[in-house]
């Protein structure tokens, strides 16, 4: 049987090179085509020594494939997108181009109009765990951002099972790859080095994400999200803590703590890349994996369901999860290529 043919665009960005590297070790598929402008012509093992088993050249076109990864920045990202759908090739696209299902949610939120607003209706959100149905079935998949990966994944359980009121905080810290590959003032090692700071304190890119998803587990009554992004001295990695006011009454049982875990054992029970674990998850716990640690407890105290969130923001909350999607859309285990465990030390 022979293996599908896989292409990345822009291969040179942290979430295109993280893509390479767990392609190249997928059994049922061949990466045949990498892009990117500033190597154009450079072998893939130059320009990424930790890839030296990798025997392809950058490209500034992309070849002939059947699937295709689009690692471009947002709004470059739709236009490099439209005629490869035009000519039924699918396509997992690791930007925002088609997260938001509002063309007008784009000039607020990222400064652009939509340039191909009509396949916005198309585009299936690519978090499995909610949309696996639709995925299987998409030409095009929109990967979620890695703050709304952690953030939806923490609350959408108890959303869905009405425990908590739509009045909600989420407090984030994320590694720096999150900031992307391009020099930045902001990322050099001087400046983050035993530092951390918030940002985004108006209103960051990738909230409306979260309000679109956690909104639709609500029954589409829109959520009123305060979301702080932090960024913190390392690589990768990322822990979400999210907070909400609960309503007792509707946790079955007697134990509140006790019953809201249930709700969440239950929801996750066949996912293979959600844990629920029994202590607060480290950003460790998850690094280099696509696993995702969640740990929900009840502050009796204030009665706010707080959930604690983990993952890789390389991984579950970018080429992971881009990977599980694929695996979705080719008919695979979700898991394939994708069970290693997180990296220690």
Not at 202 to 214: F, K, N, S, T
Not at 269 to 277: G, H, L, T
Request: aromatic fraction near 6%.
């Amino acid at each position: 049987m022979s293996k599908t043919r896989v292409g990345i665009i822009n291969v040179t960005g942290y979430v295109g090179v993280e893509l390479a590297r767990l392609l190249c070790q997928h059994p049922e598929i061949e990466l045949v085509s990498v892009t990117g402008r500033s190597a154009a012509g450079q072998r893939l093992s130059h320009v990424f020594p930790h890839l030296s088993s990798i025997n392809l050249t950058i490209e500034s076109k992309l070849g002939d494939v059947e699937i295709a990864f689009s690692a471009m920045p947002h709004e470059e990202s739709a236009k490099e997108i439209m005629p490869l759908v035009d000519c039924g090739v699918k396509v997992i696209d690791m930007s925002a181009d088609f997260r938001l299902k509002e063309a007008g949610e784009y000039q607020r939120w990222y400064g652009f109009t939509h340039p191909a607003p009509q396949l916005l209706a198309q585009a299936v959100y690519g978090i499995p765990e909610l949309h696996r149905a639709e995925i299987a079935s998409a030409r095009l998949v929109a990967n979620p951002g890695c703050y709304p990966t952690s953030a939806i994944l923490a609350l959408y359980p108890a959303a869905r099972a009405g425990i908590i009121q739509p009045e909600i905080i989420i407090d984030s810290k994320s590694g720096v790859s999150g900031a992307g590959r391009t020099l930045k003032l902001g990322s050099l090692f001087s400046e983050v080095n035993e530092d951390v700071t918030a940002y985004s304190l108006d209103g960051h890119r990738h909230l409306p994400e979260m309000v679109q998803e956690i909104g639709a587990a609500f029954g589409n009554e829109t959520p009123k999200i305060t979301f702080i992004p932090h960024l913190i001295p390392m690589t990768r990695g990322m822990l979400s803590a999210c907070y909400a006011p609960l309503i007792p009454e509707k946790v079955p049982g007697k134990d509140l703590q006790k019953g809201v875990r249930d709700i969440y054992l239950e929801y996750y029970r066949n996912e293979p890349f959600i844990k629920v674990v029994d202590a607060p998850p480290h950003a460790k716990h998850t690094l280099g994996s696509n696993f995702c640690h969640l740990y929900p407890v009840v502050d009796q105290r204030t009665g706010r369901l707080i959930v604690i969130s983990c993952i890789d923001n390389l991984g579950k909350g970018a080429a992971g999860q881009g990977v599980q999607n694929m695996n979705i859309l080719l008919g695979l285990p979700e898991t394939t290529g994708l069970l290693a465990p997180a990296v220690f030390p």
